[in-house]
């Protein structure tokens, strides 16, 4: 199956500071998609982005399809932003029609004041 | 627009005892998936249904977990017997339509952290 990974395991910023995220992965997709995970275990979608750039706000997230790697960039960090970060990517399952993401172990993150 | 709901939050028991989560995902969405997540760890998928029908249960450890979704809108995931390494928190999460393929963005519920003692 495909290999995700992502680096660092844990990173620690300054309030206002910027950071990045980066997720290798071992296989083309045609799926590629970043999570926050917040303290209290709630999953929420920052990017659908199988290439190309996209940006929301202090967020944005960059995916080179060709070379298997996504970045996602935090700008202006804020204690808010603590948590952990997930790059999953999309591929065929063992099911007929099944059509999965596999997580990465994530970044977790801590934004102190 | 409700998101994914689940039940219970948090649930505590003894190993070898039976535990069942509910899930009620986005109204309209077809494809419906069950993760575990253990602590320190992404989610790995469990289950995934297409409508009331299974399409991979290929990751669900058969000999304890079941799952089932007979109308094609909620769902339930029944572990029996429990063991200790069960102890992880259980994520549902829907999405429109399965074999779109790659235009598919999957939102999750909140969870159920459940402790085998």
Known sequence: ?113 | EAGVAQSPRYKIIEKRQSVAFWCNPISGHATLYWYQQILGQGPKLLIQFQNNGVVDDSQLPKDRFSAERLKGVDSTLKIQPAKLEDSAVYLCASSLDTLRLARETQYFGPGTRLLVL
């Open chain 1, 1 to 113: 199956g495909i290999q995700v990974e992502q680096s660092p395991p844990d990173l620690i910023l300054q309030e206002g500071a910027n950071s990045t995220l980066r997720c290798n992965f071992s296989d083309s997709v045609n799926n590629l998609q970043w999570f926050h995970q917040n303290p209290w275990g709630q999953l929420i979608n920052l990017f659908y982005i199988p290439s190309g750039t996209k940006q929301n706000g202090r967020l944005s997230a960059t995916t080179v399809a060709t070379e298997r790697y996504s970045l996602l960039y935090i700008s202006s960090s804020q204690t808010t932003d603590s948590g952990v970060y997930f790059c999953a990517v999309g591929g065929l399952g063992s099911g007929a029609g099944s059509y999965q993401l596999t997580f990465g172990k994530g970044t977790k993150l801590s934004v102190i004041p």
